[in-house]
């Protein structure tokens, strides 16, 4: 009997995940910046005036912008999960991660065209680069992709020919190349001295649960079963996959627009831009540091930008701003470190910063 009254009794909380908790509290700040006079403001794509400089915009709740801009990349975010999940039950990773490590200076400048001409933003390519990790595809062309994706598209370079000149546009496509072929090259390099298997590059909770090395020559080769819907075990591979993967990337998805949404409600940018203005020879690595936080999306940021190059901002500058912010800023930041161990997440940050820095300079003495 003493035994039991002497027994303590443990209470278990539930856990709370912090990610969701941020997501469902977030209107409240919405509402409390609201009432301070902060206004949520996004831009119209379809009233781009560059021979002005004011920005039309429209104002939005909080909400809203969260759900247009997951809306806006569903498809592709759909297409991602989806081509995960069939690689996971055909078997097909293998095949993919022996094609591309079969010769992979070539798919890297390849890997770095095709982000030239891709639709993805910065935060829109993570699904993808997500599902091309799982399938254990090499780093190094995924790097090329996922450096050059999200600077340049074929909207984007209209947006910015119209706003900064189509002899800064076209610079600017040539950054992007360069940057993710160079970054490409170097993380290859790289791979040939330490270990940058998918188990190294993707954190652990959202590996796939496998027995087998990540060595793909290692591996005995399965033949793919294209038909995969026939066999139950093959169907349930594929239903968790997409389920897991849409789980975990949506809610981390969902909490870098839900972070957007502050920060333009907050107009970062502005005020940086203007004290830019006053900086000198520091202008061109401050501009692109300063990307990584106050940079819009990719149709908005060469309209405000173009604004300030009109009052004295420097072209050079200019570049750096839109290449350091267009690889990677806050919302995207968030995402990718959801996703990569953090010397892969320094890493591809590195590039971002460092090439950023370097495609200003060069523009700035061509001018």
Not at 48 to 55: Q, R
Not at 88 to 101: I, M, R, Y
Not at 111 to 121: F, K, R, T, Y
Not at 272 to 285: K, S, V
């Amino acid at each position: 009997m003493s035994d039991v009254l002497n027994q303590k009794t443990t209470i278990r909380l539930p856990k709370i995940d912090w990610v969701w908790a941020i997501i469902l509290l977030s209107p409240l700040f919405w509402l409390a910046l609201d009432a301070q006079g902060y206004k949520l403001v996004q831009q119209l794509p379809h009233l781009h005036d560059a021979s002005s400089n004011h920005l039309h915009l429209t104002e939005i709740s909080q909400p809203a912008f969260v759900l247009g801009s997951l809306l806006h990349i569903l498809p592709y975010f759909a297409f991602a999960v989806s081509i995960g999940a069939f690689a996971a039950a055909t078997d097909l990773s293998q095949a993919v991660n022996k094609a591309f490590s079969y010769n992979q200076p070539v798919a890297i400048a390849l890997a770095a065209i095709a982000g030239g001409l891709s639709p993805l933003c910065s935060c829109g390519v993570i699904p993808l680069i997500a599902a091309m990790l799982i399938a254990r595809i090499p780093i190094a062309p995924i790097m090329a992709f996922w450096l050059a994706s999200p600077l340049m598209a074929p909207e984007q370079y209209a947006i910015t020919g119209s706003f900064l000149g189509f002899e800064f546009a076209t610079a600017k496509l040539l950054a992007a190349l360069t940057l993710g072929a160079v970054g490409g090259y170097v993380t290859y390099g790289l791979s040939l001295r330490i270990d940058l298997s998918a188990d190294k590059v993707l954190r652990a909770d959202i590996m796939p649960k496998s027995c087998c090395s990540s060595n793909a020559y290692e591996l005995p080769q399965k033949p793919v079963v294209w038909a995969f819907w026939k066999e139950i075990n093959r169907r349930n591979e594929f239903k968790s996959s997409a389920i897991s993967t849409t789980l975990f990337l949506g809610k981390w998805l969902t909490l870098a627009f839900v972070i957007e949404a502050i920060m333009l409600q907050v107009n970062l940018i502005t005020p940086l831009i203007t004290w830019l203005l006053g900086t000198g020879a520091a202008t061109i690595p401050l501009s692109a540091l300063i990307g990584i936080p106050a940079y819009l999306n990719g149709d908005a940021a060469p309209a405000l930008v173009g604004a300030f190059v009109r009052q004295g901002l420097p072209d050079g500058a200019a570049m750096a701003f839109l290449i350091g912010g267009g690889v990677t800023c806050i919302p995207a930041a968030v995402a990718v470190w959801s996703l990569v161990r953090p010397a892969i997440f320094g890493l591809y940050l590195s590039y971002g910063l460092v090439g950023a820095i370097l495609s200003g300079l060069a523009y700035g003495l061509i001018l």
